[in-house]
């Protein structure tokens, strides 16, 4: 399931003379996550705007001479969710993780961008982890631990049950096999 992606080695980097190049990402490396992930993150966010729409309702109830205090409050709140949600549908596209031969890559952001690539020599663990919600919708999270880190260094959320387990297993022999080649 996680075969090798043919990628550019053509363009060596500056300065890397005695490293070999390290292949180019291209957007179509990227594996897109699963659609639920925005449902997770929508319902998420809900819940402190959720709590400051409420909030204002009860502030407009409470308070006779202030009423427009309260109904501010919940309309930002409102306001506040709308453009929230918004923003995890449009940054859904730049959501992804790339499974190549010697690392595993992901980025996420929309204005700030951040890729990371944990190579398999370096990983010490994976596990896969879900809450209710995410169980729920037949999500789950997968974290990649490596030496020296005190917590996980790469997290995929927003796989599904099936391909978080297959990953990890895929992430668990690649590091396997890299140990048996190098002892």
Known sequence: MFENNPVDVSQPSAGTADRPARPQLRDEDFRPLERKLVTLRTVFAFIPFGIMFLSGLVLA??????????????????????????????????WGYAVRQHDLTVRKGVILRSVISVPFNRVQHAAVQSGPIERALGLSTIKVFTAGGAGADLSIEGLSTETA???????????????QTTS
């Open 165 to 179: 387990e297959q990953l990890k297993n895929h992430i668990l022999h690649s590091v396997s096999e890299l140990r």
């Open 61 to 94: 109830v409470a308070i006779g001479e202030a009423r427009w205090l309260g109904g501010l409050i919940a309309l930002a709140a409102l306001v506040l969710f709308i453009a929230n949600a918004v923003a995890i549908r449009l940054s859904y596209r730049f």
